[in-house]
């Protein structure tokens, strides 16, 4: 099934990984679903890039299981595998900014692919929300690599949660502000990143041409 | 967006506000629950207890940034993957319901037009739009007994076997009609009658191979009136048997037990 392997690009992951997930594709009640979404989850906070790649997988993985058995215990196992990762993120943070990063990259693309009748999963607002809310502290800001996380989510789903809960969106752009004005040792680019993602915001989620010329054309200088 | 490609900009530290307030005044204005912080408050821990805590905070923050449309009681800290099962049972309810009423409502003017009631039209569905139970709790409620009921072998048999066209009333079980009033006694009792005449589509039992009813309660089983041929009250008394030790088969694809 070499054109499953391209399709999610499946040749990264290790020997053992690559036949589960195939497997699982193939026909997801040959397999222990519980162990596929471990190691989905698994691999997910190890390498931020196999993420998107991870939410395709879960989505297609869903979608064959509803199809064929009428069933959710894949959805159900992610859910409850994320659920354990997201209860001890701060010992995760603590243990290593990178993983932690991942885990709110894997959170975050679970929430803007898995949709159930084509609404964001309800349950995931809040602890979306945590997150976001994490990566504002004084600590996270002070880190080139939490900012590009938080700008990079609120440009993926941001529109989607505001929408769910306006509230915690203004309480979170109320943080963000006073990071960029206040936060002392803030890098030069993370405060670029943040002044984008407020224009960005600001515009109705989108970005203004000249902002858009601002931040991302090269100017002559 | 990524990083590389943006330009870097230099920024002095004249461009920053002259006048802004003091480092002490940094931190978040207000909390989480929207109030505004006294300076010298603590950040509210997001590791500690992070599922128990969410929960608590957005029934404090409800009063002024939840939506109307959501204000909802919360029972109790459920796990992600039950909260989702469950909004997803009542979107799907709610669908039931528009299509219910809508086909009350069309039975009830086709029936004004001739005096032969259509096919679908009986007195299960005549309910008139006043009558029909609406609490979405107990909606749900019954929906999950139903789906206990239909995800069995006995069910997936009984439907292959016998059209719903050929159904005969008092002979072939027919689904309880989530949507009529009645009592919760009245309920109950439907539903575990319906149970019990589903059990006629059993697999045979062989040695080793289980029965896929779910757990029966000592309750149900002895409410079972003997029949005639006493064939119902065999079958239940051999499963009671089963049903005990594993899971039935047919539950665990969908009612995988939670780890955790």
New interface residues.
């Given amino acids: 099934m070499d054109s499953v392997c391209v399709e999610y690009k499946l040749q990264t992951l290790d020997a053992g990984a690559q036949n589960l997930l195939k497997a699982a594709l193939k026909d997801p009640?040959a397999v222990d679903?519980?162990k596929v979404a471990t190691a989905i989850v698994d691999l997910s906070l190890k390498d931020s890039s196999f993420c998107k790649e991870a939410g395709r997988i879960c989505y297609a993985l869903i979608q064959e299981e509803a199809k064929d058995?009428?069933?959710?215990?894949f959805?159900?196992?992610l859910?409850?595998r994320?659920?354990q990762e997201?209860?001890?993120?701060?010992?995760t943070?603590k243990r290593s900014v990178s993983q932690w990063v991942c885990l709110v990259n894997f959170i975050c693309t679970i929430f803007d692919y898995l949709k159930?009748?084509n609404q964001p999963?309800?349950?995931?607002v809040?602890?979306v929300?945590?997150c976001l809310?994490?990566l504002?502290?004084?600590d996270a800001l002070t880190n080139?690599e939490e900012v590009?996380c938080l700008?990079?989510q609120l440009?993926r789903i941001g529109e989607q949660l505001e929408r769910a809960?306006?509230?915690?969106m203004d309480?979170l752009f109320?943080?963000l502000r006073?990071g960029f004005?206040?936060?002392?040792r803030l890098s030069?680019?993370a405060?670029?990143?943040l002044l984008?993602v407020l224009e960005f915001r600001a515009g109705g989620w989108k970005l203004s041409d000249t902002a858009q010329q601002?931040?991302?054309?090269?100017?002559a200088n | 967006m990524s990083s590389n490609s943006q330009k870097r900009r230099q920024i002095t530290g004249g461009d920053l506000r002259k006048n802004a307030p003091s480092p002490s005044h940094y931190g978040r204005k207000r909390g989480s629950d929207g109030q505004l912080r006294s300076q010298g408050d603590p950040q509210p821990s997001l590791g500690a207890k992070g599922e128990h805590r969410h929960t608590d905070n957005r029934s404090e923050r409800q009063a002024s940034f939840t939506t109307p449309e959501t204000v909802r009681p919360l029972s109790r800290c459920k796990d992600w993957g039950s909260e989702v099962e469950e909004s997803e049972m009542r979107m799907s309810v709610n669908r039931d319901m528009q299509r219910y009423r809508r086909r009350i409502l069309t039975a009830e003017f086709s029936s004004r037009e001739r005096k032969v009631s259509s096919g679908s039209c009986d007195s299960r569905d005549s309910a008139s739009p006043t009558e029909l139970e609406t609490d979405e709790n107990v909606l749900l409620r019954r929906q999950k007994q139903i789906n206990y009921g239909k995800n069995t072998l006995a069910y997936d048999r009984y439907i292959k076997e016998v059209p719903k066209h050929l159904r005969q009333s008092g002979v072939h079980p027919r689904t309880p009609n989530k949507f009529r009033k009645y009592s919760r006694r009245s309920w109950d009792q439907q539903i575990k009658m319906w149970k019990v005449k589903l059990h006629t589509w059993d697999p045979p039992a062989q040695d080793g191979d289980l029965q896929a009813i779910e757990q029966i309660d000592l309750g149900e089983v002895m409410d079972i009136e003997l029949d005639p041929d006493g064939e119902t009250c065999k079958t239940s008394a051999g499963d009671e048997m089963d049903c005990f030790s594993v899971t039935p088969r047919k539950m665990k694809k969908t009612e995988e037990l939670p780890q955790v």
Avoid at chain 1, 86 to 91: D, L, Q
Avoid at chain 1, 181 to 184: H, I, P, S, T, V
């Fill in positions: 009640r679903l519980e058995a009428n069933s959710t215990v959805r159900r196992n859910l409850t994320l659920q997201f209860t001890v993120r701060k010992e943070r159930v009748n999963m309800a349950a995931l809040q602890p929300y945590d809310f994490r504002v502290q004084p080139e590009d700008a990079m440009h809960e306006a509230g915690r309480e109320y943080a006073d004005l206040l936060q002392e030069s680019m405060r670029l990143l984008e601002y931040y991302y054309s090269e100017v």
